[in-house]
């Protein structure tokens, strides 16, 4: 179960404090910006906020939450000497709910399980996640992700975005799927050096690699599939997109 430095909600219309409300299951959405560093950073606050705030929009969800305003309503005595944690940013119509985790720290050796689901709304990240918690509790998180597929295409994880790696080629599946914001500041720094397709269980097979990108998972690389025998071959994708991502932690 995740250690909480804080949890709280807060009315939209006036910020007033009030109980704490998850929000899993209501119409609206979130986003997990991570947090690193002695100097705490907020790993691409702006493009969060961006994301989230043009989600409630297309909800008809009247607000719009600045940085200066998020900054402000975090504590500011929690005593940590060096973060990698995760704030978890949620709006619904009247309540505006933020939680602060530890990151947990992904395991090396990381596999992938196969489910035939697909999200709701899929283009935003909404709070429709209570399928998915329950799917992620049967898991250790930590050393496996869940890989969503409807119709034979391969199309997100529960936390992440997928990219498969074919001789030195980067794939990102076709489909509806929500193009995290991890995603997009890689896909920025490679000059639209990759392609998308619908991704069959043919590709995975025959994938050198197989990466996961997410702001809670960094980049990381998949190791197997058990389900469909695969094991990776190539860490040189892997390689150059970590080092790309970490830059933004410095």
Sequence with gaps: MANFLFKKSYK???FKKIKYDHLWGSIGVFTTIRIFGIKPKYVLINEHLRQLNKSLKKLNIPFSLTQ?????LIPSNLRIKKYDHLLRVAVKKNILSLSLRPRPQPKKKFKCNLVNYQRSNALI???QYKKILSMQKEIDMQKEEILFFKNKNLLEGSTTNLIIIKRNKIILPKGNIYEGI???????KISKNYSTKFIKFGDLETADE????GSGKGVLQVSS?????WFSSSSKM???LLAIYNKQLK
């Design 225 to 229: 599939i058990p389900s469909i025998k």
């Design 210 to 213: 197989i990466i996961l990108v």
């Design 238 to 240: 892997f390689n150059r």
């Design 68 to 72: 200066t305003k998020l900054l402000d």
């Design 12 to 14: 939209l219309s006036n």
């Design 182 to 188: 991890t995603l997009k500041f890689l896909l920025s």
């Design 125 to 127: 990240k909404n709070l």
